[in-house]
């Protein structure tokens, strides 16, 4: 009863249209960064590592080499910042 109510309230909040992508996919993460007054979009693109939760709270992190370090970020999947995934 209680996961049905969370579910429902959730709905509004998801977004419809979401690419298809797995673990191992490669994958341009487009988001919106807020610097002050002023907003931008900065592409991520990287290999895949994880993608866990379900509904509302489903995440998925993306990891790259820049300069012999691994970098590694967790972008939640239903989050308005993030504008586009292209894999």
Do not use: Y
Not at 42 to 47: E, M, Y
Request: glycine share 6%; proline share 5%.
């Amino acid at each position: 009863m209680k996961t049905e109510l969370l579910d429902a309230v959730e709905s509004k909040s998801l977004k419809s249209k979401i690419p298809h992508f797995e673990i191992g996919d490669i994958v341009e993460v487009h988001c919106r960064i807020q610097e002050g007054d002023k907003a931008r979009t900065q592409v991520f693109s990287g290999t895949v590592i994880s993608r866990k939760g379900r509904g509302i709270n489903e995440n998925f992190t993306v990891r790259r080499i820049v300069a012999n370090e691994g970098v590694e970020r967790i972008f939640p999947l239903h989050s308005p910042n993030v504008l586009d995934i292209k894999p």
